[in-house]
């Protein structure tokens, strides 16, 4: 039975979508389209962009979360909606104050649009400290560190410079291949 590191798992950055600062949202979703169709090695797609300073440098992340949020509205009427809450209105009053509320809003299209046209830095998310693996580090620390980070990835290093991105979809189909040989062997 094969002992797994991170590096026997990981996508390489150079098969990863990539942007850079200051690149917009439509840029970003087209490098993820484009990832997504030439990467082969598991039948798992890209969920997210990486982002990259000038010096090539990973400087955060762009998950499809963050593409949907950047479709929400940003206004002070929808804000005044959430903050009905803490008077103890519930979650299903609130969607429909919301929901009565987008009925006047700009049609898909133009937010679409707007939405495209917005940088990238203004949905990444920066990576935590807890959001890096050493390449070398074995396969049940690495899942301990996405149980308990909630992590969906992993930044991976090696000599502090990060080299790939570990994805919870391919640490689960090895971990699910290495309980299919156990099993087969007993």
Not at 83 to 99: H, P, R
Not at 120 to 137: L, R
Not at 138 to 145: E, G, K, N, P, W
Request: no cysteine; hydrophobic share 40%.
């Amino acid at each position: 039975m094969k002992q797994y590191l991170v590096k026997d798992l990981m996508v390489p950055i150079s098969e990863y979508a990539t942007v850079s600062v200051g690149s917009m949202l439509s840029e970003a979703v087209i490098a993820l389209e484009k990832a997504q169709e030439e990467y082969n090695h598991t039948h798992y797609r890209h969920r997210a962009v990486l982002v990259l300073d000038n010096a090539k440098q990973v400087v955060g992340k762009l998950s499809q979360l963050d593409f949907l949020r950047s479709l929400e509205p940003q206004d002070e009427m929808l804000e005044r909606i959430k903050d009905i809450e803490k008077f103890g209105f519930s979650s299903k009053s609130i969607a429909l104050q919301q929901e009565r509320y987008r009925q006047t809003a700009p049609p898909v299209k133009d937010v679409f649009a707007k939405a495209a046209k917005l940088k990238v830095e203004d949905f990444m998310q920066t990576p935590s400290e807890g959001e890096y693996v050493n390449e070398e580090t074995s396969l049940d620390t690495a899942v301990h560190q996405l149980i308990n980070g909630h992590h969906l990835s992993l930044l991976v290093t090696h000599k502090k410079k990060i080299v790939g991105v570990l994805r919870m979809s391919d640490v689960f189909a090895a971990t699910f291949h290495v309980m299919k040989e156990v099993e087969a062997t007993e």
